[in-house]
């Protein structure tokens, strides 16, 4: 089944404790991206990548990083997280440059940091 | 001004009537538009595209697109409950990168 993956779905956390969200996606795209989601705020992108090793920032990057070593994969990691960083999370990835052509979302993941 | 713009409703209609969706963009340079549709809790999921000016029909959904007026929207006929949802706008800009709007939460009334 064609999907992208997150993990893990749920996750409560202390501030300051580095934490990684992993991101996999089975269908050869290009393109990933990382949102968050917050209430009245809609979903903002934090970081997207064109390909292997090709990253750049979205709207809200900071307090976040990722990497894109292999195509499948694009973890999301916070180094430092703080209160604020609490959110509903989704990966995304598409054929191409992620604009054209929408987006397959993953399940997605509910951080609390306290 | 918010890059892409929806009322956020809620938005309550009767089972059986047609529910329109609207949304409005600023980036004159944006190609490419999409209508999202995402239960509670759970993932957004891609219903319909369009990508020039006119309607497009799917089934019981039809999305409408003016570049002129920088206005596109999406219109659920014979709404069902199964239908209540948040609908999210997304537009594809000059950066060829996705924004969303907010969102428009739906209520289908039986």
């Known amino acids: 089944e064609a999907q992208v993956t997150q993990n893990p779905r749920y996750l409560i956390t202390v501030t300051g404790k580095k934490l990684t969200v992993t991101c996999s996606q089975n269908?050869?795209?290009?393109?990933m991206s990382w949102y968050r989601q917050d209430p009245g705020l809609g979903l903002r992108q934090i970081y997207y990548?064109?390909?292997?090793?090709?990253?750049d920032k979205g709207d809200v990057p900071e307090g976040y990083k990722v990497s894109r070593k292999e195509k499948r994969n694009f973890p999301l990691i916070l180094e430092s997280p703080s209160p604020n960083q609490t959110s509903l999370y989704f990966c995304?990835?598409?054929f191409g440059v992620g604009g054209n052509y929408g987006y397959t979302f993953g399940s997605g993941t509910r951080l609390t940091v306290v | 001004q918010k890059e892409v713009e929806q009322n956020s409703g809620p938005l309550s209609v009767p089972e059986g009537a047609i529910a329109s969706l609207n949304c409005t963009y600023s980036?004159?340079?944006?190609?490419?538009f999409f209508w999202y549709r995402q239960y509670s809790g759970k993932s957004p999921e891609l219903i319909m595209s369009?990508?020039?000016?006119g309607d497009k029909e799917d089934g019981r959904f039809t999305a409408q697109l003016n570049k002129a007026s920088q206005y596109v929207s999406l219109l659920i006929r014979d709404s069902q409950p199964s239908d209540s949802a948040t609908y999210l706008c997304?537009?594809?800009?000059?950066?060829?990168?996705?924004?969303f709007g907010s969102g428009t939460q739906l209520t289908v009334l039986p």
């Open positions: 995304a990835s598409s």
């Open positions: 269908m050869n795209h290009e393109y």
């Open positions: 990548s064109m390909n292997v090793e090709v990253t």
């Open positions: 980036d004159r340079g944006s190609q490419s």
């Open positions: 369009i990508y020039s000016n």
């Open positions: 997304a537009v594809s800009g000059s950066a060829r990168q996705l924004t």
